[in-house]
Structures are given as C-alpha cells and as structure tokens.
C-alpha cells in the first residue's frame, strides 16, 4: 500500500451525520462522479485501497487528521494515564484526554468521529456495489476487506464512546449508530440514533466472522484471514468471551505463518511489515503521517517541540520486573523533555496494529482463566514471550504475571484505557465505568441529528 493514491475522494467523501453542515467542504479531489466510480471494478478496487489510507490517515480538510494512524491511540494512552505518563505538549486536544476532562468541542474526538463514518461509509459503497466484480475470489476478497475495515472502526467507536461492555451483562447501554448503508448525496443521509453496546458488538462479531471466511491466508500489506481473526480474537477478549478469544488467537498462531521477531526492537520501527505484523498501517516519507512518533518522539527523530510531548515517567520504569535483563525494559532514550520510547522513534516506521506478540498474550490469559493448554501452556507461553526479550523465566505462573506481562509487552500501543476498563480497574481515583472515560459524542454531531443523545456527565 506504498505510495497510495487516495482515491476514495473521487466519492464525495461524504461523512455520516455531518454531511450537513454547510461548512463542510467536501469537493472531490478528481473529476470521477461516484456513478462511475461505483460501477467500474477497476475504480472500486481503488476506492478500497484508499479506505485504508483514510483510516490511517484522514483524507479531506474535513477529517485531516491521523486517526488510526497514532492520534486516538495516543489520546486512548493518555485517557488512561495515572502517572505513568508526563504530557509535555501545547496542544488543547491531548491535554483534555491527559485531564479525563473532554471539552465536546474536542477535535480529536470529533476528527475520530467524524473518520469513522467515513471509512464505515465507504466500506458500505464497496459492499454494495460488488455486482460490479466478475471473478468470485477477488469479490470475496473486496468483501471481506471492507467488513475488516467496518469491525475495526465500530469497535474502536463503541469502546470510546459507550460505557465498557460488561461480560454476562445485557449491555443495552448506549453506544454507537450502526451504519449499513451507503450514501453518496446529502439527500440520502438520514438521522440514526444510538444502538446499544450489546448491537454494536454483535455487528462487529458478524463483520469478522465473514471477513474470516471470505479473505485470503495472504494478502499483501492489506487485510487477510489472519488479520481479521486476530482483530476477532482482540474483541472476544474485550468481551470477557475468553474461549472464543483463545480459539481465534490460537487459529492465528497456528496457521498464519507470523511470528515473533527475533528481537523485541524487531517488532517496531520497520520500513516493511515484519515477520510480526499481522496488519500494520503503511507509511512512507510521501505518504501519511505516523502520529505516534510526532507525539511519542524526540525532536530529533520527528516529534514535536515537547521533545516528546509524551514522555515516559519512573513510575512506568517500576512495572518492569528483570530490568537489567528485559530489552523492553531499555527501549527508551532521553531528550531535554524527558524520556521517550524507542516504539516510535521513526517518522516513517509502519505503526504495528495486530501483532504476534498480542495473540500469545491473549492466549496465555484465556488459557489460565480457561484452565485449558491449548497450543501451550499459559507459563509456557509467557516464558516464551519474555526469553524473547531477555527477561528470566518465571515459575508459578499467576493470572496477576499475565497481565503485567501484557502492560509490558504492549505499553504505549493504544491498549491501556480498554484493558483498565476490561479489568475493572480504577484509573486514577476514577473508576473503570465512570463517565468521564467516555468520549462525549462531538457537539457538532448533535447539533445535525437531534435524534443522538449525549453520553452521562456531558452537557445535555
């Protein structure tokens, strides 16, 4: 996906729920009117392609911001901060996430809002107009690439702006609107309410569960079967579904051909998808913006003024327990502004998504809570996971050395606020489920469709 034309502005770029404001600038970048585009296989293989980019990226002056591309999973870190992170930066948006006190006029919020119901839109366009592909394998292809591409932004959507999906629960707390069809004129854009968490979720199992069965074992840099069952594995998890998380985990491990870098320094930082990278956002130095290393990041390696504007506290340096033999535990280096991680440190670095090392985490947790060795023993496992890294073994094995096990070996990825919440775990003197980890729904959503209702602790 190097070098990718970003041909998903040939549409209108038309963005659910805020199509209507007529500050909205949405003109098309190319003279391509979306009858054509949605008509000719050709032009709707590219607009696939540009889903991606949009994704990562953002595409119109609307939404130009970097969603999955490092700005919401860095505002997803510092939501869940309690010390173990010092923002040093300037910018309003990210030090309202540090503060657990989001304004509604929030931009990264809205960005990410408005983003999602982007690619969701757009996603729906490809799924709709697949009549226009003749051969079978590369419509299941084109189809279960657009579903992976829908499950992944829903599921960020509920997680954010819904109250934390309770297992054994009926979870029919609000979440988000789910969006199935498509729109390329104003005219056609309705005012959805809210469906509830249990909904979403269940949409989201759904697009996963076919993605699985229509993609291809490879794909390229784009969505495979394994990719989508790792995304899968990462929402049953997220469920408390520890079974079925350690089946699709377990399936990935398997049968995937993916594994653990060599190294730990391996896994980050690379030009190309590495051996650990089950899907990764593509990024070069003339397409895209990694936004982790503009926050995350030393001045002298790409980041912002903060030098980083997220720097790494002691507190943090304490979770490590083989310090002087862990390489997770030195993948940092010092600027005038504090300590940063080395995750990050290259401005054109693809940014790591689903990697091997979360599917050995998910199975070592599902296996001990499950009592079951499936593929290995959960001490196995995690000796494994942490010889990798030069970390001595650890014997007796307790379900409390999974999880800082996972805090290790995932820091700083975008885990931390949805892992506290699965967890039940206070953040701060904040409890998992109060409301002040929801995301609001952005002001200028409501202000179009009175039929949305704002999250408790918000102005009504």
Known sequence: MKNIVRFFSMLLALVILGSCDDNLDLQPEQSLSPGIV?????????????????AAHGSVEAVPDNTWGGEIYTG????????????????????????KALATTNGWVTNFWLNAYEVSNQTNLVIENLGVVEDEATKNRMEGEAKFLRALVYFDLVRSFGLPYEAGGANGQEGVPIVLTGVTDAAQVEAPSRNTVAEVYAQVIS??????SLLPESNGEFADRYSAQALLARVYLQQGNYAAARDAAHAVLQNSGHS??????????????GVEDLFAWQITSQDGTNDFNTYWAGSAFGGRSGNPDVA???????IYDDPDNDARAAFFYENNGGTATTKWQSEFGNIPFLRIGEMHLIRAEANFREGTALGLSPEAEINA??????????????LQDILDERKRELAFEGHNLHD???????????PYNDPSLVMPVPQRERDANPNLSQNPGYAQ
């Open 38 to 54: 949605l008509s000719n296989e050709a032009n709707l293989q590219n607009l696939l392609v540009g889903i991606y980019d949009e």
């Open 76 to 99: 997803m870190e510092l939501y869940a901060n309690a010390g173990e992170l010092m923002f040093n930066g300037t910018f309003e948006e990210p030090a309202e996430f540090n503060e």
């Open 207 to 212: 697009d996963l569960n076919s993605a699985v």
């Open 260 to 273: 653990l870098a060599p190294e730990f320094s391996g896994a980050f930082n690379n030009a190309e998808d």
């Open 312 to 318: 790494i506290t002691a507190a943090h340096m304490a």
């Open 385 to 398: 996971l942490r010889g990798r890294s030069g970390a001595v073994a650890i014997a007796g094995l307790s």
């Open 420 to 430: 506290r919440k699965r967890l039940q775990e206070n953040i701060g003197s904040l």
